[in-house]
């Protein structure tokens, strides 16, 4: 896969479709990499008329690792306490518009996950003129009393890292149970094969650590998201256990004439069976441009 220089770091990124289709970009969550899009999810959204981009965020997959910035006190983070994180939202912000500078696209649809949904959010804040759609999937704010986990979600996010191949597939295999979707799970032999390839493409934990010490650092984009005219579509399972769906309400509510779409069954994940669903949506959300 190619790679493109942004904002001083490289980025990993592959496309799908027709170059000359409107662009889509896929921004993944917390510690995901570009496969984690599904292929098939993909195809989908080729099917329906996008050229799409997808690609592993900083400090994951093959993208640029950024060690050197050590292992954030996350604990201080997430208390409030005084501490320093390695990098905020808005630089995956500028990580992102410096991937189309990069590709030659002056406006993209954006589609994001979870924290690819906040750092959606910032770019569309940040590079309003870089985004034509919005797509904020089990996504949140910033602020902090809306989209909370679920204690039994909040301690898989919060399991120290492995040091083998066996431990790492097995807690990936442990979260997947905890934050699937409880109406649409999925086959125990695609959650492996999922998990397995995750792992032998890019297994890097304290990246991770590093991203989510981002995310619980910057600002609540609340009043920020006011600002938004970007055509909006906000879609969060009603069974999301990692962020519930409070996220999605208040991320809704604070972008004018954004349509909220809550599916009940859906929990913190892609099911298969949702892809038709979340496709037409994207696509209807963009027509809206």
Known sequence: MPKAKSNGIELEYDTLG????????????????????????????????????????????????????????????????????????????????????????????????????????????????????????MSMTG???????????????????????????????????????PGYPTPEEELLRRITAKFDRSYRPLGTMRQYAAAAASPDRTAALGGVTAPTVVIHGEADPLIDMSGGRATAAAIPDAELIVIPGMGHDLPRALWPQIVAAVRRNALRV
């Open 18 to 137: 027709d170059p000359d289709d409107p662009a889509l970009l896929l921004i993944m969550g917390l510690g995901a990499q570009l496969i984690d899009w599904p292929q098939g999810f993909c195809e989908q959204l080729v099917a329906a008329g996008f050229h799409v981009i997808r690609f592993d965020n900083r400090d994951a997959g093959l993208s640029t690792s950024l060690d050197e910035l050590g292992v954030p006190d996350l604990a201080a983070i997430l208390s409030g306490r005084p501490a320093q994180p390695p990098y905020l939202l808005a630089d995956f912000a500028a990580d992102t518009a410096g991937l189309l500078d990069a590709l030659d696209i002056d406006r993209a649809h954006v589609l994001g996950a979870s924290l690819g949904g906040m750092v959606a959010q910032q770019l569309t804040i940040d590079h309003p003129q870089r985004v034509r759609s919005l797509c904020s999937v």
């Open 143 to 181: 602020d902090h009393s809306v989209g909370r986990a679920t204690p039994e979600a909040a301690a898989v996010l919060g399991r120290p890292p492995v040091s083998s191949r066996e431990e790492a597939i097995a807690n990936g295999l442990l979260s997947a149970r905890v934050i699937g979707s």
